[in-house]
């Protein structure tokens, strides 16, 4: 597989697969073009969006910092105090992450303040401890997934992959959605290989929210995602995370309108999970 940090722009991955969807209406203004977007153009989107870090600064991209800069700050510190986003150009892993910025920005910056408080708590910043490792887990592998039926998300936790993705495939697709978050996961789904595995947190929604257009889902699952991560007892270990491996979702890849599709146990695991985080309901519907 090619390393994707040697791919070249190509404009159209925003509409070659449903797994893109999320960041169509961010995308917007860059998907016409021939080139990679500069950190210049970048910055205008998020000013336009009024997008700020976990401490309330103005979120723009910045080139990485090197061993000669006279500060030294690590990546989410030099975030949060500046609003500084490392952004490395013509590079599809930082380009994926600004544009995640712009799709949920209220949970991108309670990652990005729960990081630096815990930072501030620790006496050892190499060390990210359990709490940081979840949500950088999140921030890089996070998949989102809303429901308003409970059962489709009981499969979901109990690893009930047949039965979700083939045996209920129709009332998956009438009844849940599947978004992903993180930008790593967006990286590698440029050349998605079975095996591709994301963490999710599961939402449970009313059916109206199902039915609303992209952009008002993506706020209100912003919302609900910025509160969850502001709980300081949720994230809290790796294990909150319910994995899903997200080709199996209907029409995310070639090959999974078939059957057998789903008889490969070594990525469709089995395994049983005591819990995970979820069943939030969406702010959207009770308002």
């Not at 008002?216 to 909150?240: G, H, M, P, V, Y």
Request: proline fraction near 6%.
């Amino acid at each position: 597989m090619k390393p994707s940090a040697s791919l070249p722009w190509a404009p159209h991955v925003f509409e070659q697969s449903p797994i893109f969807m999320p960041l169509l209406p961010a995308a917007q203004r860059i998907r016409q073009s021939d080139n990679w977007p500069t950190r210049e153009q970048l910055a205008t989107l998020l000013a336009e969006s009024a997008i700020v870090s976990g401490g309330d600064k103005p979120v723009r991209p910045a080139a990485p910092l090197s061993s000669t800069d006279s500060i030294s700050l690590d990546y989410e510190t030099r975030c949060y105090l500046t609003g500084e986003l490392e952004t490395r150009e013509e590079n599809w892993h930082d380009l994926f992450n600004a544009l995640v910025w712009l799709t949920f920005p209220r949970a991108k910056a309670k990652i990005n303040a729960r990081h630096y408080h815990a930072l501030q708590g620790s006496s050892d910043s190499n060390k990210r401890g359990p709490e940081r490792d979840a949500l950088t887990l999140f921030d890089e592998c996070g998949v989102i997934v809303a429901s308003d039926d409970a059962s489709l998300l009981d499969l979901l936790r109990g690893f009930s992959w047949k039965e979700l993705f083939w045996s209920r495939r129709h009332d998956l697709l009438t009844h849940m959605r599947v978004y992903l978050f993180g930008h790593g996961l967006y990286e590698q789904a440029l050349q998605p290989y079975i095996g591709l595995t994301g963490k999710a947190v599961l939402l449970s929604v009313e059916s109206s929210f199902l039915e609303l257009p992209l952009e008002r889902q993506l706020a209100s699952l912003d919302d609900e995602l910025a509160a969850l991560i502001a709980n300081a007892e949720k994230f809290k270990r790796t294990s909150d995370l319910s994995p899903l491996p997200i080709l199996g979702v209907p029409g995310w890849i070639e090959g999974n309108g078939e059957e057998s599709f789903y008889d490969n146990t070594a990525y469709f695991r089995p395994g049983r999970r005591k819990g995970c985080m979820g069943d939030v309901t969406s702010s959207e519907d009770r308002d």
